[in-house]
């Protein structure tokens, strides 16, 4: 087991219900889509929120990554939908 | 030393002119200022007011990225990006690009880039919030942000 | 009704933030709007001043047909665009071409279009006076001008 | 002979050595083209003037025109080196 912390935006944290939280995973959450993976066991609200994965944007200690990305050593792991900013 | 970048998220309204004097002043080499605000529009008075929301700190830092790479890429002498937050009503200013360069043609894509990238890769999102009470719903990301910043690819 | 377009000569400088204020305020259907801004540039020191010659009457009707030529091709909501004359020193404004419109690419490319057709059909001429105390001579007109507007042929 | 108001501009005013005149031309000067030959004959100032004679622009009526522009009619004829404004 590892632990992560957790932000999400928009509709991805509405749809989970809170903007932050802190997880322990298991050890064969590898990259950003193994942990998408996981959360979708969690409960039916991370099961909505994450339903269309690969429109979900990730980001490592603020930077964007794909969701091959391994987590290993991540600070804060942000999930969010595509930005509509500017 | 790089050319000078200024990056602010912030709730408050901004002012153009200020911001493009803090930008050219005392800059005699400075030949083309180019200037980009984008306005929340009412969507024919379907709309009454946006929320935004944004990733503090990554907001900034992925805005700044985005000048810095305009900065090299047009040999830009100044570049300035402000991004607002939180209720944002028809007509209000949204965001400012302002850029700079000795001649006109790299100011403009130098502001038009950064636009680009901003749309696309600044962590913001708008909620819309409609004239008929309801909370409506997050805008849609649109293809033809990625098409507009795909062509920058090279 | 077309499309609001402000075109002025002036010897006096004008205010930017006024000018979009004018241009957008009331308006909440822009979404975009694009100002450039043509300054003087010292040219590393040696320029004292410029000395704008314009052809009266001309100047101003040859600016706001390409300012209606832009509102139509790129379907602007508005445009300025406002020349100054006479002695300018560097640092000092020489010209503005605000835009608006819906969406920003629009805006971009009708303040780009406007510029470049500006520089190579707006009768204005310049004449540098150096830092050296001599008249200099008449700036000449440049191939990369002509380039620029050429792009916009279809 | 017809009556012709003619502007310069720049460095065409500055070698003519005025800004503006009304002169009288022969009937055989139709175009701009033919305007610009006949000026040269009216002295060394006006050779020098329009020595270069492809880089002169013309507008008549303040409205740009080619060289092979007619001139009949015209109120205002301007003659001027290409534009550097903006």
New interface residues.
Partial sequence: MSTVNLVYFSWVRERIGKGEETLEVPAAVVTIADLLAHLKTLGEEYETALEHQNVIRAAINQEHVEHGEPIAGAREIALFPPMTGG | MGAPVTVRVQREDF????E?SKL???????????????????E?GMLAALE????P???E??IERICNLAVERFGLQAATAI?RYGRII??EN??LVVTAS?H??A??DG??FI?DF??????????EHLTDGTAGS????KDADDT?RDRWKR
């Fill in positions: 002012d153009l002119s200020a493009v050219s002043s005392d800059r005699p080499d400075i030949g083309a200022v180019v200037t980009f605000s984008g306005l929340c529009r009412d024919a935004l929301e944004h990733y700190g990554m907001a830092a992925e991004h028809p007509g949204i965001v000795p006109r043609q100011a403009f502001a038009s636009m901003l749309k696309t890769s600044a962590p913001f999102w708008k909620k997050w805008v849609s990301a507009a």
